[in-house]
């Protein structure tokens, strides 16, 4: 069954798959939230196929080696490991549409399909082939690359890499090889005419001196004798399919390669943007490219580069031993308070340090002191009726009497109305402007730079209603303050909803709940209801004297 035809393909966005060698990190949870935003903003946008891919990379020596050391049978092992991600994407909220694994049979017919494909093109040949090897990293080095060191804890001159400070060990054999070099001219003409492959724009700098400083071919397989637990070179037993190779393939095998077209408005492919961690853009946006080139596949269009979270000044990783446990983080803290902070504060150019305490704080300082208690405030007050003061502002009459106070402002007696007008006319257009603001931000992609743009916009809002004083003057017996006040109400209503629609690819539970609190339907949540009079079918009646609420931010148990 064909899909419907549509002007434009489905929006693509994936993440990194993981490795199973160990259990998710907050490292982790950040690839993951950062993408899962992406895909639905776009589904905000109204694209209802956009598709997140993420999913697990089982392949390799380095899990073979751990699953050794585990004493486990490798497939076992790889099965524990891959549903803790799993479970990690449930508990986060990820909206994935599949979780890939490099195991799955679908996968190795892609697998098997790509390397048949580059070797009828020629871009396989068999060699020879000597260097450092690392397992952790899955990489060869070259010798200027490596450098010895003294390893304190056991006294033991040993050969790491200069990158990643791991262990390499000198490996010589015969393997197949991949024409990397024929694509060092393709790759930079690719880069040089699309400059906005990289985001941040600085990280492609260095690939694109990288590629300019020479390319050489690339060893793609392994002799099974060592690399047992992988994909087998088609007609060639011996040979084992290196890791990277089959890993990168698990992003067109989600888009049907190779039984459905791989190009076109129908077809997944390509990624509209790929979101990697820094240390993985060489193997993104060389490898990857270039085994595409080489069977004619559209490119990447994007890649989302972003950088790392540390603790004490360390990445955070598995095998540093100072992951956080994003379970008990999540938790501790509820799943979108750590989706806010990560996205808010987590480093796309620098490194970023994780602290407790500022999980803590950003929480309770912006949502549940600024955005939760304005909510309250206008929501669910016994003074404050939001229903009526939005049914005020659809029909004609206050909007007419607005429009002749904003031209001419000398018609409203108290001086302190017309600063009040003065000031929800900028409210008025800070508002208006807020989806587009976050959409570009959204667009290029910088989820951080979008859901900082946000809590600026409830900061003030929280500014602009403290000096408003309503509750005095809804109910006044001047009409003109009462006119005023109402419309001014309407604003702030306005922007808690508005605020709510761009939240919700954010911290997807608690914008819908404040969707709920404030009664706005299901069907207006989306961005095409994000400019002020879009909808006025929403709003609370006042509460009775002594009713209660529970409120959408509970306090946090401690804050350490
Ligand atoms: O690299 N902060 O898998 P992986 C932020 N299997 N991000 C971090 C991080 C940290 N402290 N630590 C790790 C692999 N990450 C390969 C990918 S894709 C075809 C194959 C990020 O489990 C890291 O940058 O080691 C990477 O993007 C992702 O987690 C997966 O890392």
Redesign the pocket.
């Known amino acids: 069954s064909r899909l419907p035809a549509t002007k434009t393909k489905p929006y693509y966005v994936t993440s990194?798959?993981?490795?199973v060698n160990a259990a998710p990190h907050a490292?982790?949870l950040?690839?993951l939230v950062l993408t899962d935003t992406l895909k639905r903003w776009n589904r905000l946008l109204g694209d209802d196929r956009a598709t997140l891919l993420t999913g697990t990379?089982e392949h390799g020596l380095k899990i073979q080696k751990a699953a050794q050391k585990a004493g486990v049978d490798v497939k076992t092992f790889c099965d524990e490991h891959a549903q803790q991600f799993q479970s990690l994407c449930v508990a986060a909220n990820i909206d994935y549409d599949r979780f890939i694994r490099t195991t799955d049979s679908d996968h190795k017919i892609a697998v098997e399909h790509f390397w048949n494909e580059l070797s009828r093109n020629g871009y396989i040949y068999e060699a020879k082939h000597e260097g450092w090897y690392c397992v952790s990293d899955e990489t060869f080095y070259p010798e200027t690359q490596v450098a010895r060191v003294l390893d304190p804890s056991d006294g033991v001159t040993k050969t790491v890499s200069k990158e990643t400070g791991k262990v390499v060990e000198w490996t010589s054999e015969i393997n197949y090889h991949f024409k990397l070099s024929s694509f060092q001219d393709k790759l930079l003409t690719h880069y040089t005419s699309d400059p906005e492959a990289f985001v941040p724009k600085e990280r492609g700098n260095s690939i694109i001196k990288e590629i300019e400083s020479g390319l050489k071919d690339l060893s793609i397989s392994r002799p099974s004798s060592r690399l047992t637990w992988g994909i087998r070179v088609p007609g060639d037993d011996t040979q084992t399919i290196y890791v990277w190779l089959d890993?990168?393939i698990?992003y067109i095998t989600m888009a049907g390669y190779p039984s459905k077209q791989c190009s076109g408005d129908d077809s997944l492919w390509p990624p509209d943007c790929q979101v990697?961690?820094?240390?993985?853009v060489r193997f993104h946006t060389i490898y990857w490219p270039a085994f595409l080139m080489a069977l004619n596949l559209p490119l990447p269009r994007r890649f989302l580069t972003?950088a790392?979270?540390t603790m004490n000044s360390e990445?955070?990783?598995k095998s540093a031993g100072n992951g956080v446990n994003p379970f008990f983080a999540i938790d501790r803290f509820g799943v979108d308070a750590i989706r806010f902070y990560m996205i808010h504060e987590g480093g796309i150019d620098d490194d970023a340090s994780y602290d407790n305490s500022y999980i803590a704080r950003t929480y309770t300082s912006m949502l549940k002191n600024q955005f939760g208690n304005l909510l309250n405030r206008v929501f669910k007050s016994t003074k404050i009726n939001s229903r009526q003061a939005i049914k005020l502002a659809s029909q004609p009459a206050l909007r007419n009497d607005i429009k002749q106070y904003i031209e001419n402002p000398k018609l409203l007696q108290l001086s302190q109305l017309q600063s009040l007008l003065a000031e929800t006319k900028i409210q008025y257009e800070l508002i208006q402007n807020l989806g587009h603001e976050v959409q570009t931000h959204m667009s290029y992609p910088n989820p951080r730079a979008a859901i900082q743009a946000i809590s600026e916009m409830i900061r003030q809002t929280n500014k602009f209603f403290d000096r408003a004083q309503l509750w005095d003057r809804l109910y006044s017996q001047i009409t003109e303050e009462a006119v005023v006040a109402h419309y001014c109400l309407f604003i702030t209503t306005e922007t808690l909803r508005i605020i709510s629609i761009l939240l919700q690819p954010f911290i997807p539970g608690k914008a819908k709940g404040a969707l709920n609190m404030m009664h706005v339907s299901d069907s207006k949540r989306t961005f095409a209801q994000t400019s002020i009079g879009a909808d006025f079918d929403y709003g609370t009646e006042s509460l009775l004297p002594g009713e209660r609420v529970e409120g959408l931010f509970p306090a946090l148990l401690s804050e350490d």
């Open positions: 990194p798959i993981f490795y490292g982790h950040y690839t990379d890993a990168l698990n990697i961690g820094k240390d993985i972003h790392h979270w990445k955070m990783s």
